[in-house]
């Protein structure tokens, strides 16, 4: 403990009291005190309620503990919150003893708060990769019976799809006929849903392989189309053709581009635009999706990519989808971008470096300051990783 003693008004018997305190500081007037306060720290001033200036010490320096001597004159610095007076100096030696283990009480307290603090967020994340672990396996169980379903729908919609055209040869010129080829190009779209909806749960062993990014975006939003119908969604695509292959996870870079268009289409329950783009900037690959919906308060930003964090009260809505686009982004070593403001929409993008051979400790990446004008304008990066 830091103590500065003031000997103006004090007698000699105190003049001994700093000695006691190693570090301590003793001055001889208020307005030398002062100008000592606003340079170094202290935790205890004692001083005698005769010190010139001695009230105006007390208002200036109201948040430290402040120890008034005893007085022959009986003169006190009663009336001020941070003061304690003593009557004989046993009790001044007690009461900074008590101040000294008062603050080292309250540094422990903050000491133990910052660790239960790292120990809630510690927990937050653990059950956050527990929540994204159990939504992984859902989703693989999900993946599998909809590839089974898909097979079994195929083989009679096959049959289905062959009689018409067999029997379009056979009836040829008799009434009625013409509505067999209304029955071969529904089966032929039903068969091509199918098959898209086949090609999108599919599932590879966890090896990265060269993927282009464009292929994985066209499926997903094939896949998502009927759902963007449903809910008055426009989506509008621009993908760079020139964009160059990367390693990568196929699933999971569908899964992460799912999410992200998923999340624009719950933005907008009025209906909108989705815009998809994908573009090359520098080494970085992005994959930008807008929406024209209700936007991103400044208060809910910084929590969007927490585990089970959503603003929609929907049990269908598990606030999942973009930590799992984040994992992914970042597993990839890259990232996730956001840009959004109350009521002009948002916009995210999944920004992935192009890579032709993995790296043994791949970081997340930020993107670049200042780097050629991209779909994403005045975008940020992710807290941290999961």
């Not at 003031?6 to 001994?16: E, F, L, M, N, P």
């Not at 982004?329 to 032709?356: K, Q, Y």
Request: hydrophobic share 45%.
């Amino acid at each position: 403990m830091k103590l500065l003693f003031v000997q103006d008004g004090s007698d000699d018997a105190t003049s001994a009291i700093p000695m006691a305190w190693p570090g301590s500081l003793s001055v001889h007037d208020v307005a030398t005190a002062l100008k000592l306060l606003a340079r170094e720290s202290f935790d205890v001033v004692v001083l005698s309620p005769l010190a010139a200036n001695a009230k105006h010490l007390c208002e200036q320096a109201s948040d430290l503990a402040i120890v008034a001597l005893p007085c022959s004159s009986g003169a006190t610095l009663d009336g001020y919150a941070s003061v304690r007076s003593v009557r004989d100096l046993e009790m001044l030696e007690l009461v900074l003893r008590e101040i000294e283990l008062e603050g080292k009480n309250r540094k422990l307290s903050l000491q133990l708060l910052a660790r239960t603090r790292e120990l809630d967020d510690a927990t937050r994340r653990l059950v956050g990769m527990q929540s994204a672990l159990t939504t992984s396996l859902k989703m693989s169980q999900v993946l599998s019976l909809v590839r089974g379903i898909c097979h079994e729908l195929n083989n009679p919609m096959t049959g289905i799809l062959g009689y018409a055209q067999l029997l379009q040869e056979t009836l040829q010129g008799v009434e009625g006929a013409a509505d067999l080829k209304e029955i071969e190009t529904c089966a032929q779209r039903c068969r091509e849903i199918i098959g898209r909806l086949a090609r999108f749960s599919r599932t590879e062993k966890p090896v990265f392989a060269l993927l282009c990014i464009n292929d994985s975006v066209r499926e997903t939003l094939e896949f998502i189309n009927f759902h963007a119908v449903r809910h008055r969604v426009t989506i509008e695509s621009h993908l760079d053709p020139a964009l160059p292959e990367t390693l990568a996870l196929a699933q999971d870079v569908r899964i992460a581009v799912l999410a992200l268009c998923l999340n624009a289409i719950q933005a907008m329950p009025a209906g909108g635009t989705l815009k998809v783009e994908t573009c090359l900037r520098e080494t970085l690959l992005y994959v930008t999706v807008s929406d024209s919906g209700e936007g991103i308060s400044p208060e809910n930003l910084n929590h969007i990519f927490l585990p089970l964090f959503t603003t929609h009260a929907s049990e269908q809505r598990a606030g999942l989808g973009l930590t799992i686009a984040r994992a992914v982004a970042e597993n990839h070593g890259g990232t996730i971008l956001v840009d959004s403001s109350v009521g002009s929409g948002s916009t995210f993008a999944l920004v992935i470096p192009v890579r032709l051979q993995i790296e043994p400790t791949a970081q997340p990446l930020t993107a670049p300051a200042e780097a050629p004008a991209s779909p994403v304008s005045s975008m940020r990066a992710t807290g941290p990783a999961l």
